[in-house]
């Protein structure tokens, strides 16, 4: 295939997005009130470029992944779902559940945004003496897990903190 063809898919993909883009900033249902917009017409790299160019008109949603929710609501705890879960790899998740993994994040958010914003990194031996069960190899995949799914950072001397 010439590489000029294949600029010109990339145009016309370019210009759909814009279009789309246009469209859904200005949907109105017959009533003259905004409807809200769904995102399962969009492809993922589509409703990443709607999210960045912030044409919507507030109260326009595009993208509602938890993890996206977790970004603009940093002061709620919105526990990891099945769907999250399942897309770590098994060699990540182990034997961890979901369950155990929810609070186990539970804890780790209640502790960073309950002190200053500038709360030191926790420690293995500190999270289990605040009751965490995250030694072993299935404590570990608890932590890797929200790891893999950017909710924490984890060092490599296994000190934890939130991202967000």
């Known amino acids: 295939e ?10 016309s993909c370019s210009s759909m997005t ?29 409703t990443a470029d709607l999210n960045r160019h912030d044409v919507f008109t507030p109260g326009i949603v595009v993208n509602q992944s938890p993890a996206f929710q977790r970004q603009s609501q940093p002061d709620t705890f919105i526990p990891v779902t099945d769907e999250e879960f399942l897309s770590v790899s098994n060699l990540v998740r182990g034997r961890a559940k979901l369950d155990e993994v929810n609070r186990v994040y539970q804890q780790l958010f209640d502790h960073f945004r309950s002190g200053s914003p500038n709360t030191p990194a926790l420690s293995l031996p500190k999270m289990t ?33 939130l991202l967000y």
């Not at 010439?2 to 145009?11: A, D, F, K, R, T």
Request: glycine letters at 8%; charged letters at 25%.
């Open 18 to 46: 814009d279009l789309s883009c246009h469209s859904l900033a200005s949907s109105h249902d017959d009533s003259g009130a905004q409807t809200q917009i769904n995102a399962f017409d969009c492809s993922p790299e589509q």
């Open 2 to 11: 010439h590489p000029i063809g294949s600029l010109g898919e990339v145009s």
């Open 129 to 161: 003496e605040m009751g965490m069960r995250v030694t072993g190899a299935t404590g570990q995949a608890k932590l890797k897990i929200l790891r893999s799914l950017k909710i924490l950072e984890l060092s490599k001397k296994n000190e934890v903190k």
